[in-house]
């Protein structure tokens, strides 16, 4: 084996060792009195599995990305407040609420922009060697290391922003039952996220942490607008916007709950049947691409074949 093809595979290993020592070197678990005073800071740490600053606890890749984030983050965060409030609302939208949430976000986009750049120069250098091909190797493979973090995070934001909306009218109507049982709204709000948390964990959490800042002393016009800007969802929006009416004016909270809810089910009903009439559309592509091809070998391979018979024994 020449020289120059070992080249690669030496380049290859240093940087595995410094990404090693990086790892170890960032990896440090925190001590006790350190984890006391982030919880004191946020007390959201101190429930653990409920948001992306207190799940990077349990595991050491996540206290790498904390630690690291800072550093990787400069170069990728945006410079305007818009841009920043932007990119919160967007991780607020997918249940990333932290502190931390932005700065982890670009940090990672970053730090797998790099990572999957070496390894796709690492690639490209030993399949193909320093030409185009190589080149083009390691551009693709930063490309999908850079802008892999955005896909994932457009698929969790929409999937939670889903989940919300079906899971929001059962929450409703168990608030109305609350609400007209003699609860205030936010003891009704606490009791819904309590039965809700194990079949829709996405509203319960919503609930519980409205409660919470209510809890705090915030106005409750504040915490229900913020409510409706943290889902996404422009059904808890005008939810948001019906209660603080009702809490303005004085009406009834129960009804404006019951007339939300059942224009809600109605939603939920028609889209449903939208999407009940699309599946005849969608299963075109299938029936042309594997269905029809196969039936037409069936039917048309016989006759072919005794063609080819006749053909070949005349």
Do not use: H
């Not at 630690?67 to 919160?88: F, G, H, I, Q, V």
């Not at 940090?107 to 490209?124: E, R, Y």
């Amino acid at each position: 084996m020449e020289f120059s093809q070992i080249i690669p595979w030496i380049i290859f290993g240093a940087i595995t060792a410094m990404l090693w020592a990086m790892f170890m070197f960032f990896s440090g678990d925190k001590n006790r009195a350190t984890e006391r005073l982030d919880e004191l800071r946020d007390p959201r740490l101190r429930n653990p599995g409920s948001d992306i600053g207190s799940e990077g606890k349990s595991n050491a890749a996540m206290n790498v990305l904390e630690k690291a984030a800072p550093t990787l983050s400069k170069a990728l965060e945006p410079k305007t407040d818009l841009e920043k409030n932007d990119a919160r609302l967007r991780l607020a939208n997918a249940g990333f609420n932290a502190p931390n949430a932005s700065q982890m976000f670009w940090g990672a986009k970053a730090g797998l922009g790099l990572l999957c750049l070496v390894i796709g120069s690492a690639i490209g250098l030993v399949k193909y060697g320093l030409n185009s091909s190589g080149l083009v190797t390691m551009g693709v493979a930063g490309g999908i290391g850079f802008y892999g973090p955005e896909i994932w995070l457009w698929m969790v934001r929409k999937g939670r922003m889903e989940r919300i909306f079906l899971s929001l009218p059962d929450a409703l109507d168990l608030m109305v039952v609350c609400v007209e049982a003699g609860l205030g709204l936010d003891a009704g709000m606490r009791r819904v996220s309590e039965e809700l948390s194990d079949s829709a964990p996405d509203i319960a959490f919503e609930f519980s942490m409205c409660n919470m800042q209510l809890q705090m002393g915030r106005k409750r016009r504040d915490v229900l607008r913020d409510l409706g800007l943290r889902t996404g969802v422009d059904d808890v929006r005008a939810l948001a916007a019906v209660l603080i009416q009702a809490d303005k004016f004085g009406s009834s909270v129960a009804q404006a709950l019951r007339v939300q809810s059942d224009t809600m089910r109605v939603k939920r009903r028609q889209m449903a049947e939208e999407r009940a009439q699309q599946t005849s559309v969608k299963m075109l592509i299938p029936l042309v691409l594997f269905i029809f091809p196969s039936v037409g070998v069936v039917l048309v391979g016989p006759a072919a074949i005794m063609m080819l018979k006749n053909l070949f024994i005349e």
